[in-house]
């Protein structure tokens, strides 16, 4: 059954009876069209079960498209900035792609499921994007959103659930893709920083793999999670997220919201040996120039988490000089720290910072200036996200 | 001494000849890449010229007198009151005075006066969508030389310039073979009628006097190799080469390479991708292109009978005229609207002139791919309108439909403009958004043809820019 965008609001995804079920906080949200758990029970309790335990989160709503052919490979090279050629069979690879001026549109993973077999996995919805793409080249682009139900496992158990649950990954590095079953996708991927992993099948074989996962990860101390927690996460591990720590340009109404891949700290995945891309000269051009801004980590003093604060730096005769803003923000339970990305005018990188903050106290805001220094990318890297094989809990 | 440039041009029609006379005049070695047996591309099929423009002239070293003398028009009427237009002059085929004449003088000088304003953006790079300095000088003459229109005739222009032909002969001339002359050139080659937003823009474009058009495409190649370029006749170019991102040559149907440090195409948008391959190009230049509207509705039809066709109250002394059959703006309308829907219009409009027992036409409002015999059959129902008879005293009759003259000289969609001259696909958004300067994709390669700025016809100016910006990109 097709889920066409309705004007009635987010519609069920295939794990909606069982996360339905789970919700005591009745606490829904719209994602890309999906009727999606801010939370299901209590924020913080499932973040926990993503750091100390295992958390189970309904992936479904990102944009999965095939892409399949003789020419498969650069279709893909011709849409992202960095060396499709460079995944091979069997592994995952973390991609951005550009418009022609080099600003981001959208960031993902490509799993490269064979030498002519391809799944993209993003936010933005890119169906059209990638059949341009693929015209004039021997590949076919096809959307498998509908078709393919995803889950993330993801917390220090999650290995444990998964061999509870007769699945045979122990063999799996950070990147790698395997079919354990016929019909069950599993890659150890994931967006919290933590070893974990994320299953791709079937719909209509969904719910049965959910079954399949909370029962054998009873034990282990599973529990369903919703997107507040997974965003906790994501922000402690330091991925950046498109419409949030920048926009993307097919989606923005300002040119001037357009941002480069320099900008966002990700000019490590530009590739200007492979040939053509969307945006290489322009990227090339670019490249050249100091960037204008930059996306970056800040370790904020205080407690209370930035979000949304403007970040200043002194200026003349001791007056405050907006510099930039935060773009997303935690107090993070695990580093204990305060961290946020951030975007700042590219000549304050390295400047003494603060952050505005605002504090609801009793019906009065307050106004705090908290100094932010430069933090690592990723507040939280644990080595277990990277033993191989991971280890038993 | 550095090397001397190379210059590859894929096409020897007007614009391809003109490129390789201006870039053989810059100092490059020019070779122009010809799939035909004979230079000329779509000159071969149209019957009347009003260029190649003084300025693509000069580049070939030719004079503007020494294409021949300029020919009068007679628009055709069914009354048999013809009408005989000689630039800002009209009057009854007859020599008797027409009663619009002074308004068709009035229209015409205006006309023209609207045209020189408009002359400095067609002879140079459009207005850039962002104001930068380089583009500063020349948008600075056009706004110099419109004001210099003074205050009624600015007005004036800018209040027609968006605004489309059949308002502008309802306003400007009695109903009639005057007006539907000006439809028709206002539509000419296009897929539009003159009621069509931006029709006045061709109106404009079209103030040169008219010529005969054979003999021009062998002079022009002529003028062109005698200005150092070589012309391959009966080469295909199969593929355009690059090398690190920048255009290297061109490969033959043959297999041999052109080698070239640039290449102008003076194909279609849409065809010049093609032969450099998508990848080469980013995916939003790509959807412009292929969003290009390059349909043609002109076909070419040549009747031929035992004797020089008679139409009655036409001189044999005007049958070397241009003969244009559109007798109202009323006619010209109904005309294209069938096209819309893919279907021929009872009766077409079409311009053309007898050369002793052969009439020769280009039919306007002919959709893509109609069947050639239908085309001569409406063909000979409009002109019944003014012969009765005719038809039965044709011998012989051929019709090439739009789909049939993009499969012999390869312009987009058998279009005598390689894109419509239109509002949204005129001056900086020639051919599309981000290629009007010529430049396409990878550094190196450039347009040069009709569809490129400033627009069709037999101008020549896309082939001049196009090589203008080509040897400024290499300075």
């Known amino acids: 059954m097709s889920r066409a965008p309705s004007l009635s609001g987010p519609l069920p995804g295939p794990f909606h009876p069982r996360l339905e079920a789970a919700s005591t906080a009745k606490d829904w949200a ?21 750091r100390n335990q295992a958390a189970l989160i309904d992936i479904s709503p990102m944009r999965k498209y095939r892409i399949e052919g003789p020419e498969a490979e650069r279709v893909l090279n011709r849409v992202v900035t960095r060396d499709v050629a460079k995944i091979a069979p069997g592994r995952v690879g973390y991609a951005l792609w550009c418009d022609e001026d080099g600003m981001a549109i959208d960031d993902g993973t490509i799993f490269r499921l064979g030498p002519e077999r391809f799944r993209l996995c993003c936010q933005e919805r890119m169906l059209t994007w990638l059949i341009d793409a693929a015209e004039g080249l021997d590949a076919a682009v096809s959307d498998e959103t509908e078709a393919l139900a995803a889950l993330a496992l993801q917390g220090p158990t999650s290995f444990s659930v998964l061999e509870a649950a007769g699945l045979q990954v122990s063999s799996l590095r950070p ?39 909370i029962e054998a990860g009873r034990v282990f101390g599973i529990l369903p999670a919703g997107m507040e927690a997974l965003d906790m996460a994501r922000i402690e591990a330091g991925f950046p997220m498109t419409g949030f720590d920048f926009q993307s340009i097919h989606a923005a109404e300002r040119p001037s919201r357009g941002r480069t891949p320099f900008e966002l700290g990700l000019g490590r995945h530009v590739d200007f040996a492979k040939g053509h891309f969307n945006g290489r000269r322009a990227l090339l051009a670019l490249k050249e120039e100091p960037p204008k801004r930059r996306l970056v980590t ?19 005769f001791g007056r405050w000089r907006e510099v930039g803003h935060v773009t997303s923000a935690l107090w993070s339970p695990t580093a204990k720290r305060n961290v946020a990305f951030a975007e700042i005018e590219g000549e304050a990188e390295g400047a003494d910072l603060f952050a505005e903050i605002y504090l609801f106290k009793e019906g009065k805001w307050e106004r705090r200036m908290a100094r932010a220094r430069p933090g690592p990318r990723a507040a939280f890297r644990p080595d277990r996200a990277r033993a191989t094989p991971p280890a038993r809990r | 001494m550095a090397e001397r ?51 693509a002239l000069e580049a070939l070293g030719l004079k503007p007198g020494a294409l021949g003398p300029a020919i009068p028009t007679v628009a055709l009427c069914p009354s048999g009151r013809h009408v005989l237009v000689e630039g800002a002059e009209a009057r009854f085929a007859d020599g008797s005075a027409h009663p619009g004449a002074e308004r068709w003088r009035v229209l015409s000088r205006r006309l023209d ?17 962002r104001l930068r300095a380089e583009g500063l000088p020349g948008l600075l003459r056009f706004a110099l030389r419109l004001r210099l229109l003074g205050a009624r005739d600015m007005r004036e222009l800018l209040r027609i310039g968006l605004s489309n032909a059949a308002d502008l002969a309802a306003d400007a001339l009695p109903e009639g073979p005057l007006a539907g002359l000006l439809a028709f050139d206002s539509v000419l080659g296009s897929r539009a009628g003159p009621m069509a937003p931006g029709t006045v823009v061709p109106l404009l474009l079209r103030r040169a006097p008219l010529r005969r058009m054979e003999g021009l495409a062998a002079r022009l190649a002529a003028a062109s190799e005698g200005k150092g370029a070589r012309l391959r006749l009966g080469a295909g170019a199969a593929r ?30 849409a065809q010049t991708l093609a032969l450099a391959g998508p990848a080469l190009f980013d995916i939003e230049a790509q959807r412009r292109i292929g969003a290009i509207r390059a349909q043609g509705a002109a076909a070419r039809v ?19 005229a241009r003969l244009v059959l559109a007798p109202s703006v009323q006619a010209v309308e109904p005309a294209y609207d069938p096209v819309k829907y893919g279907r021929l219009p009872a009766l077409p409009v079409m311009e053309g002139r007898i050369d002793g027992a052969r009439l020769s036409l280009t039919v306007q409002c002919v959709p893509h791919d109609a069947p050639r015999d239908r085309i001569v059959a409406a063909t000979l129902a409009a002109l019944e309108t003014v012969a009765p008879g005719l038809g039965g005293e044709v ?16 312009a987009p969609g058998g279009h005598w403009h390689h894109g419509e001259i239109a509002l949204d696909q005129f001056l900086t958004l020639r051919p599309a958004n981000g290629m009007a300067r010529h430049a396409m994709g990878p550094p190196g390669l450039f347009l040069c043809g009709a569809g490129a700025h400033p627009g069709g016809d037999v101008t020549g100016l896309p082939g001049l820019n196009g090589a203008r910006a080509a040897l400024e990109a290499m300075r």
């Not at chain 1, 604060?309 to 002194?314: I, S, W």
């Not at chain 2, 045209?115 to 207005?127: E, F, H, Q, V, Y």
């Open chain 2, 113 to 129: 006066r609207f045209a020189a304003a408009l002359a400095p953006l067609l002879t140079g790079a459009p207005p850039p969508m």
């Open chain 1, 175 to 213: 990147f790698d893709l395997a079919e354990p079953e016929p019909g069950l996708l599993v890659s150890r991927t994931g967006f919290t920083g933590d070893l974990g992993y994320e299953l791709w099948i079937a719909t209509e074989h969904a719910l049965a793999l959910w079954d399949r996962l």
């Open chain 1, 298 to 316: 800040l370790d904020i003093d205080g407690s209370r988490a930035a979000s949304g604060a403007l970040l200043y730096r002194r200026g003349m």
């Open chain 2, 240 to 269: 355009i080469l690059f090398e690190d991102d920048r255009a290297h040559g061109v490969l033959l149907d043959d297999g041999e390479r052109v080698e070239a440090d640039l290449v102008l195409s003076s194909l279609g948008a």
């Open chain 1, 30 to 50: 719209d994602w890309a069209g999906v009727l999606s758990p801010r939370k299901l029970d209590a924020t913080g309790r499932e973040y926990f079960a993503i």
């Open chain 2, 395 to 410: 011998r012989h009759a051929g019709a090439l439909s739009p789909a049939d003259i993009e499969a012999m000289t390869g």
């Open chain 2, 302 to 320: 040549d009747l031929d009978f035992a004797a020089p066709p008679r139409l009655p109250g036409l001189d044999p002394a005007h049958h070397g």
């Open chain 2, 5 to 55: 440039l190379k210059a590859a041009v894929i096409g020897a029609g007007v614009n391809g000849l003109v490129a390789a006379a201006a870039l053989a005049r810059g100092g490059c070695e020019v070779t122009v890449i010809e799939r035909g047996a004979a230079p000329g591309g779509m000159m071969a099929l149209g019957l009347f010229a009003r260029g190649p423009h003084p300025a």
